[in-house]
């Protein structure tokens, strides 16, 4: 069991975005983007996603203090994992537009894709990392 909330956080961000960054360049790849553009736009989406992602999960574990949530239940791990995909969406939709030279309809049409597999990638990826490095603080 992971003691320490920082560095809790940290090894959650480290391992999800390592495989998050696999698997998002994988679906740009299958979905016909060039694989020159799809491997940085990955990892754009990667380092982007982990700045959200360790300001999120701050953001949450505050909330569950705050309200007392207590052994995070589904309901409440589906709201952590929708309002992560979904404020991380807010902000990759506009730079890959830009970066693919797509419009911003191409680039959402794309983003719901990636965020299909996402919820649920986030959703179980969570459970798992509860269950080996156990529940933080906040949620015991």
């Known amino acids: ?5 920082a560095v809790r956080r940290l090894i959650y961000v480290a391992a999800y975005e390592t495989s998050a960054a696999l698997c998002v360049g994988a679906i740009f790849f299958i979905e016909g983007q060039d694989i020159v553009k799809a491997i940085p736009m990955s990892l754009a989406v990667s380092a982007i996603s982990a700045f959200w992602n360790f300001l999120w999960n701050t953001i949450f574990e505050a909330m569950e203090r705050r309200f007392g949530w ?3 239940p589904a309901r409440v791990r589906i709201l952590q994992a929708v309002c992560f995909e979904g404020g991380l969406a807010l902000i990759v939709i506009p730079v890959m537009a830009w970066w693919f030279g797509i419009t911003f309809l191409e680039a959402l049409a794309t983003e719901i894709s990636v965020l299909a597999f996402l919820l649920l990638f986030t959703f ?4 798992l990392f509860d269950r080996i490095a156990g529940l933080p603080d906040s949620a015991r």
């Open 70 to 72: 207590k052994g995070r």
């Open 1 to 5: 069991m992971i003691t320490s909330s």
């Open 124 to 127: 179980a990826f969570n459970w």
